[in-house]
Structures are given as structure tokens and as C-alpha cells.
């Protein structure tokens, strides 16, 4: 039997924003992509799609099976351009390793960052019935050890968010947020995040929904501080006015465009307006940087800002990294005792059948014995059995757990013409 | 006394431009009531010096440019927290000291004939509305500095250590708001003296000129700030040429009246 675990994946240390967007599956997508992948030749799954990162995690897969990934992604992309040279491969103790970073937030452009967390958290759930009893075993050993690294290192004290980064960076063009104007455009969580952080800076709140203004109107209410809702329709008007933008709705192309604000943009008597794009994909048009006094910041940049000044977390790096070893080893001594126990299994039962068939004879040749003896016989036969077993049965574990059980999973093989599981 | 003060008031003033640019040169961000406490310091040794000079000629006249600068400077980092603003003001006050020493301080001389409340205040005046015409030069620099790292996405040091745009706004608006009834006070005390005192000081013609020039550039500069309300890229550019021109100007009445021992 084999219990290989591999992954494929892009990140923002690989691929480009513009890149990633693309790559970037919502939640209604994962099965259906998770579903091909397996089809072409994988055990288990699970896929990790964040702003920064789009990974595959599988279980047993072969080849044909990461030439699936390949592909989907490179279909995403489009124009007929090749995915992989994006991408990465791990297999096996580096893939776990990789997934343990990304749960500690170590592998994050905001080091130690803990959304990530979640993030983490939600992949698993959302392959759950995909993900097969490695993955399953795997992620939830890394929200464990992203739990741990955060506990007993100082990486994620002072971490800042997206949302956090972007109030920042506003203040570095505006000084004093107090008495300003923002219009968030999407009513979803990091939009939300966004304009509470707004909110608290001082600033006139307008949420604009991109589908119902109801949505909006609630964000608003549990906002407060004079929150305001709006459809997307009467928003072009408010760039002549607003300071500050954030866009964060969840629709698959850009909905802020140069044609749509330029007017409004025009009308703004040299004033700054900061433009913040949270969301993946874009939704806001590159093109719109370009226009005078606009400053448009996408996911990227705010991670850039909200990235400095982390010596102090960069610090904690060596003692995160040793934890993320300590847990890839644990993992793996479990992951390696998953081998043994089908080899295990194998060679109890042939011992059983062996015992079971010297038993038949036995039997045939002391007819006499009454029902009793019979009985007393044979649970003296599982008895001693089970006795010759049970040393090497702890050994072989014990082995397996220290990482040296392949040799003699190996001779016990031989030795018995135990059949070998592919 | 007045040199050996104007030495410490130097030095005070080379240590501020190093305070100021210790970031840049990957130090850690020096605290702030050391980046007041220094020039502040620099700015009272050197009123010191400059209370025992007589209140004429070019070296007397570019030492109160200096302190006036610097006094700037400490008021700016106060009501404002425009720290980066040392990294002009800092060095151009050394330089300022530095050339007035060179060419020349006099402690002791006789009183220019003439000289009285009028004139000092004129001078004062005078050199102080082009004290904040040089402020708000320096804010709209570093404004058009911030502004092309902000637009660049560029998040270095100048991200970092310069002031928010608008901030640097404000400062470029209020510089050149209050630079102009100085200067326009200045100037109005010259015309008062002129007339009251004729005959009692002798005057350079390109000093006038110059002088009417920058009072109407600092004008115009107002005009269009307030009352055109241009504010953000196009004012700071504004400033920057407004400076530039008095400058200029300056430069081609020096080079045109070679000898001049006074302002010009």
C-alpha cells in the first residue's frame, strides 16, 4: 500500500497578483475542481484557495492526477498558457512541512498573520468528504500546530491584517482619518473587517452592496457610528467626494473602472483619493492608478506595508521553524505506522489461518475430545499465538514510529511471502 | 562671543541634519524630543549671538534666515509632527550659519546711521516671510517626494519617515498664508521708512526690485492657494517654482550689482 502525499501549488511568492486572482477558487468551486483532480488519479484532497495561495493537497496521487491540476489551473489562466511555471511540487514530509508554515503563518507576506488560521480551518471543512483519513489526519494537525506556534512564540504579536494595513496606509496620505469619507464597496466579511477598522479611525462610512442593498443596510446597522448603505448604481457619483475607497466584493471581474470614475475622479479639484483593492480578483481596474491624485493600492501592496517593522517577528522565525519540524516529525511517525499496520495485518491473519488450519487437524486426530476441551484447546492456540505475536507487533511499531520500520516491514515480508500492496 | 555662539549654534545645527537623516542611513528612528530639544538648543545659542550684532548687512541677514528657519522648524514639529522636515531645514540653517560666519559677522560694529525700530522690524519681518516662503518650499518637496513613492508603491524609507501628504499640504498652505502679511508688513515698513526716514539709510535699487518680486510671488502663490483653492501635486509645484524664481532672481541682482554689502 502506498501513502503518498503530494502537492501542487502557487503562491505569492510564485506567481503574481494578477496571476493568483485567477487561480483563486470561491467556495462553490472546490468540489467540482477537487472532483477532476481525484477522478485523474488521487486517493484524497483537499484545496487551499486564499488570496495568497492556491494549493492542492493529495493523498495518493499519480501522476495523471497532478497533470490535472496543471491543467485546471492553466485553463484558468487561459490564452493556452502553462500553469506550471507558476507552481511548485512537494511530496510527501515536505508537503506537510509546507502546510504546517502556511498554518503557523510563516509561509504569509504579513509573517504570523492568523487569518490564515481560518483560512486553514475552512479548506478542510469545505473537502472534508473528499479529503480522505491522511489529509484529514494532516490538516487537523495543522491548525494544532499553527495554534502552538502561536502560543508559545511572539510571531503573530502585532501582526497586522489587510484591513488594518489599509487604514495605514490611508493615514499616509491623509494624516488624521477623523471627519473623512470612505466608500466600501461589498458588504462581505473583509469589507466589513475593513470599514469597522475605518470606523474606529473616525471616518463617515458608506457600505455599498454589489447586489442587494439589504446586505449592505445590515452591515451598517451593526457598524453604527452613522454607517450608510447604497446600491452599486449610485456609487460612481460618490468618487468626486469620497477620500478613501475600498473595494472588496466578491465579483469575478473589475467593477471599478477607468470609464465609470474618471468623470467623478475629474471633479475632485486635485484632492487625493485612495483607492484600496482587498479583493481577489480584483475589482478594481489597474488603469485606475493612473489617474491624477488617485492612489490605488491592491492586496499586495497592503501586505508590503503591513509586512515592515516585523523584526521583532521575524525574530520569533527560528523557534516557529523548530516547532513546525518537531510537528512534520510527529506527523510522520504517525504517517509511517500507517504502512505497517496493512503488512501487520497481513501477517496476523496468515498466522491465524496457519493456526487455524493446524487446529482443524489437530481436532481430526483427538476425535475424543469432548466439546469443552475443544474449546479450551483452541483458545490456547489463540492464546499462544497472540503471546508469539505481541512482541514483534510493539517492535514493528515501535520502529515505524522512530521512522525505521521499512526494514523490517521489509524482512517480515520475505519472510513470510507476504503479498506486497500497491 | 557672537562667532563663538554662532559655532555652537552651527554644530547644534549639523546635529539636527544628522538626527534627521539617521533613518536613511539605516539607523533607528531617533525619539522625538531629541529631534526638538537639538535645534531648539542650536536656536537659542544662536539668538544669543544674534542679539549682540547690529541688525544690517548680508551676513547679519542670513543668520536670522537661519534661525528664523530653524525656529520654523521646531514650530512645525510641534503643532504638525513633520519631522522630516529637519531633513531640509536642518542643513540649510548649518549652511546658512556656515556662509555668514565665512563672510563675516561683526560683533561690536557701529550701528548702521539710520538704524531704528523701523528698519529692525522691517528686516525682521521681511526675513521671516522668506523664512516660511523656504518652509513651504521644503513641504511642497518633500510633499512631491511622498507623492511619487506613494504613486510607485514604493514603501521604503520615504514612505516611512516623510509625513502624510496631506499634512505636508497644510504645512505648504499655512507657510505661505502667514508668510505673506510678513512679508507684506515688511514691505509696507520699508515704504513707511522710506518716507518718514529719506536720506537716512542708503537703499541698492535691485534690493527693492527683489524684494517687491517676492512679495509679489508669495502673493500670488497665496492668491492661488486660497483663493483658487489649489491644494495637493499642483500647489506643491507652485511653491517649488514661486521659490525658485526668488532665487533666480536673486541671483541674477547679485551677478547684475556685484559689491552689494547688504541684502543683495
Known sequence: ?422 | MPSYLHFIALALYGAAAALALAPFAGRRAVPRGLLLAVPSAGAAFHVAGLTQLPSVGLAFALSLLAFFIVCLQIVSERLLRVSAVALFTAPLAAGLVGLALLLGLAPGAAPAAGRNVWLVLHVALSVLGLALLALAFIAAALYLLQFRELKAKRFGQVFQVFPPLERLDQLNRSALVAGFPALTLGVLLAIGYAVRFAGGFRVDPAQVVWGLFTWAVLGAAVWLRVGRRWTGRRAAVLSIAGFSAVLLVYLALKLASPGSERFL
Open chain 1, 1 to 422: 500500500m502506498s501513502l503518498t502525499m503530494t502537492l501542487v501549488g502557487v503562491n505569492h511568492r510564485t506567481a503574481p497578483l494578477e496571476v493568483r486572482e485567477r487561480f483563486a477558487h470561491g467556495a462553490h468551486e472546490v468540489p467540482g475542481a477537487l472532483g477532476r483532480v481525484l477522478a485523474a488519479g488521487a486517493s484524497g484532497g483537499v484545496l487551499l484557495s486564499t488570496c495568497n495561495r492556491t494549493e492542492f493537497y493529495l493523498s495518493d496521487a499519480a501522476e495523471t492526477a497532478l497533470d490535472a491540476v496543471w491543467s485546471l489551473l492553466g485553463e484558468r489562466l487561459g490564452d493556452g498558457r502553462e500553469a506550471r511555471p507558476y507552481g511548485y511540487l512537494r511530496r510527501d514530509r515536505d508537503a506537510a512541512r509546507q502546510l504546517y508554515r502556511v498554518a503557523a503563518g510563516l509561509d504569509s507576506m504579513i509573517l504570523g498573520e492568523s487569518q490564515i488560521q481560518g483560512q486553514v480551518r475552512d479548506a478542510w471543512e469545505l473537502s472534508r468528504g473528499l479529503a480522505g483519513a491522511v489529509l484529514h489526519r494532516l490538516f487537523q494537525s495543522a491548525l494544532h500546530v499553527g495554534a502552538r506556534v502561536r502560543t508559545e512564540t511572539a510571531i503573530g504579536r502585532g501582526a497586522a491584517s489587510a484591513p488594518s494595513a489599509a487604514v495605514a496606509l490611508a493615514g499616509k496620505i491623509f494624516g488624521e482619518l477623523r471627519g473623512r469619507r470612505a466608500l466600501i464597496l461589498g458588504a462581505g466579511d473583509m469589507a466589513e473587517l475593513a470599514a469597522a477598522c475605518l470606523v474606529d479611525a473616525g471616518v463617515q462610512v458608506t457600505i455599498v452592496a454589489n447586489r442587494t442593498v439589504e446586505r449592505a443596510r445590515a452591515v451598517a446597522d451593526r457598524l453604527g457610528a452613522g454607517a450608510a448603505a447604497q446600491t452599486l448604481d449610485d456609487a460612481w457619483e460618490h468618487f468626486a467626494v469620497a477620500d478613501i475607497v475600498i473595494a472588496s466584493t466578491a465579483a469575478p471581474h473589475a467593477v471599478v473602472t477607468w470609464a465609470r470614475i474618471a468623470p467623478a475622479v475629474a471633479r475632485r479639484d486635485g484632492r487625493p483619493l485612495c483607492i484600496l483593492d482587498l479583493a481577489v480578483p480584483r475589482d478594481v481596474e489597474p488603469a485606475v492608478g493612473q489617474l491624477e491624485n488617485v492612489f490605488l493600492y491592491d492586496l499586495d501592496d497592503l501586505q508590503a506595508v503591513a509586512g515592515q517593522g516585523s523584526a521583532e517577528r521575524r525574530a520569533e522565525i527560528p523557534r516557529a521553524e523548530q516547532i513546525v519540524e518537531e510537528e512534520v516529525a510527529s506527523f510522520w511517525n504517525w504517517h509511517d505506522t500507517l504502512a505497517v499496520v496493512p503488512v501487520l495485518k497481513e501477517f496476523r491473519g496468515r498466522m491465524e489461518a496457519v493456526r487455524a488450519a493446524e487446529l482443524e487437524r489437530v481436532f481430526k486426530q483427538l476425535r475424543h475430545l469432548s466439546a469443552e476441551d475443544r474449546d479450551r484447546l483452541a483458545r490456547f492456540s489463540e492464546s499462544l499465538l497472540n503471546k508469539f505475536l505481541h512482541e514483534p507487533t510493539l517492535a514493528l511499531k515501535r520502529e515505524a514510529e522512530a521512522g525505521d520500520g521499512y526494514l523490517l516491514v521489509e524482512a517480515l515480508r520475505k519472510l513470510f511471502h507476504l503479498e506486497r500492496e500497491e
